[in-house]
């Protein structure tokens, strides 16, 4: 049970909300797992028929959630008027049009200038000294600072640390170095701080980039099946808890349940994830143990384990916001376009600026979407590029509370109608953390 509802953290089901429901989107862009981390391998066990499950269940609950839901939303949200009422509602700048069905991820690769394809290895290092110079002086700032400055401090570091995984995710997609062995050695050693296993991560990422936003194949965040949510009551407040006030750390169940079991990975792949969870076991072993002999383990604490969430908050809160809205759906397979998944599918969100410094404009997304191989330092001029040619079909936000009170209090549970249905729609009475966040969170937008 205990490894059952690890795993169903990363799904969810939703709130009562007086926001205007997402409208179902004419050309069918794929609904993004809302911030369900759910590592869909609750569903993947290897039982194929388990995702045929998932899919047919949701279809027969449509009716029963009807009969709870309000008035159904209108079929599409065609006008520029209708975007701009949803996109203020939900915390956006701007709701995108539907990308037409005849338009292939490649027509808009195409557009792309060469340039923001090429690898320039001064600023690829050059980003490598950013992070370690950050990440020193945040470790300065926590020994030095007294105890009410810790928080900040460990904000600063946290941060800092996130760009070691922007420098190994770069690695991963062979965009940081010409050379292949550069690039593990560099990815493997970037993940290390952060006890995370680099070539495990680097498998799942990819089919993360295949099938982003395909309903159970994509290997991100997943909306909750209905199924998952009914099949058992303490399964269900897990759930509700795992998507609600925890929810900005819920990679940490991501971390903990892709990544270490070997049964989930591919026999080709096994060799390389058996040498990359050798070095995180390694790094646990010998550098854990040395930061305790130096400074005890409220030491351990205050130098890496605060950090460490640090970093678990971006991750968590990055991947949530990059795919997760009302009105973007995840799909099923047969219904699924690349082109739309990874345009319309994708979310432009702008950080305060040293944010996006420390952590390489990883949030610059939608270009690393249409392709992988641009490197973090051209993914701004590739954004650009992507505004001059399908802006009016993107996705654009600036993080405000009103963007993630709609995230975390709305975004829950998979209706192919409504895309997502918020937990307190469905279980009322046991939605308390999730009213507690639509009291709690400001409804301020940037």
Known sequence: MASRIADSLFAFTGPQQCLPRAPQVAHARLSLGVYAVRPIDLLLKGKTHRRRTFLVSAKKRVGSIKAVAVPAAPPSADSAEEREQLAESYGFKQIGQDLPDNVTLKDIMDTLPKEVFEIDDVKAWKSVLVSVTSYALGLFMIAKAPW????????????????????????????FSKNKLVEDIVGTLAFLPLVYPYEPWRFKHDRHHAKTNMLVHDTAWQPVPPEEFDSSPVLRKAIILGYGPIRPWLSIAHWVNWHFNLRKFRPSEVNRVKI???????????????????????????????????????????????????????????????????????VHCDYPSWIEILCHDINV????????????????????????????????????????????????????????????????????????LKKAMPDYAA
């Open 365 to 436: 997304h939608i270009p690393h979407h249409i392709s992988p191989r641009i490197p973090s330092y051209n993914l701004r001029a590739a954004h650009e590029s992507i505004q001059e040619n399908w802006g009016k079909y993107t996705n654009l936000a600036t993080w405000n509370w009103r963007l993630m009170k709609t995230i975390m209090t709305v975004c829950h549970v998979y209706n192919k109608e409504e895309n997502y249905i918020p937990f307190d729609r469905l279980a009322p009475e046991e939605s308390q953390p999730i009213t507690f």
């Open 148 to 175: 009410y400055l810790l928080p900040l401090a460990w904000a600063w570091t946290g941060t800092a640390v996130t760009g070691f995984f922007v420098i190994g995710h770069d690695c991963a997609h062979k965009s």
């Open 276 to 346: 990359s969870l050798a070095c995180v076991f390694a790094f646990m072993a010998v550098g854990w143990p040395l930061i305790i002999y130096k400074v005890g383990i409220l030491g351990w604490v205050k130098f890496w384990l605060m950090p460490w969430m640090g970093y678990h908050f971006w991750m968590s809160t990055f991947t949530m916001v990059h795919h997760t809205a009302p009105h973007i759906p995840f799909k099923p397979a047969d219904e699924w376009n690349a082109a739309q998944a990874q345009l319309n599918g994708t």
